[in-house]
């Protein structure tokens, strides 16, 4: 449990608060604290930060609903700065990111994890509400529903083929275009990747109760 006491507020009387994502570990974004923001968030189980722009305190996802569930909160050995881990709602950054950093000074990227997926997901849900002259995702759903599930059958079957022909780049190229067409096909129908995470997990910790209700449904 944190001690307040232990804490080292600047001369503003503020501490930076790292927000990191709970299960990727992804670092989510950079805001600062007041005492009054961290008690809140203590209390409510939702980060609370203070705007040293306004001078107030904020809700994050108050207005854009990208709240972050708070699952720990752990503070330095110097007690001058916060790391706190959630589960994030929505993208951290105004962005539209799943992050706020999402440059670097190096160059692109390109050690991915499953957390591509959400950005992923996101860029998509984005051009549903947004759409972009010339994106092809939107001439997806322009088409509507037939068209998702036709381009998700051709896709299936380019999977099946790179497999007979066993070629793993083939494979990878395949199995990235059937992913990112069931994430349009998630998308169009308000499905978010976290029910599938849910369901996932729930077969992987309850194996037998799984089992029984597949065996159940095969009646």
Not at 40 to 63: A, D, Q
Request: one cysteine or more; glycine letters at 6%.
């Amino acid at each position: 449990m944190i001690d307040i006491e232990e804490l080292k507020f600047d001369e503003k009387g503020l501490i930076p608060a790292i927000v990191q994502d709970y299960n990727t570990k992804q670092v989510l974004m950079l805001a600062y604290m007041n005492e009054e923001s961290l008690k809140l968030s203590l209390e409510k189980g939702e980060t609370y930060f203070f705007s040293r722009s306004r001078k107030e305190i904020w809700h994050k996802g108050e207005t854009s609903g990208n709240t972050q569930k708070i699952k720990n909160i752990f503070y330095d050995c110097d007690g001058d700065a916060l790391l706190i881990e959630v589960e994030p709602k929505g993208p951290a950054c105004h962005t539209g990111n799943v992050s706020c950093f999402y440059r670097s000074f190096l160059g692109e990227v390109e050690n991915y994890d499953m957390e591509i997926l959400k950005m992923l997901y996101e860029r998509v849900k984005d051009r549903k509400t947004n759409p972009a002259e010339g994106s092809y995702t939107n001439y997806l759903f322009e088409k509507g529903i037939d068209k998702i599930l036709k381009k998700i059958g051709e896709e299936t079957t380019e999977v099946v083929i790179a497999s007979k022909n066993d070629s793993k780049e083939e494979i990878v190229y395949e199995v990235s275009d059937l992913l990112y067409h069931l994430i349009v096909l998630l998308v169009d129908k308000g499905i978010k990747l976290e029910d599938v995470y849910g369901e996932l997990g729930r077969r992987y910790y309850k194996p037998k109760e799984f089992k029984e209700e597949h065996e159940e449904r095969k009646k």
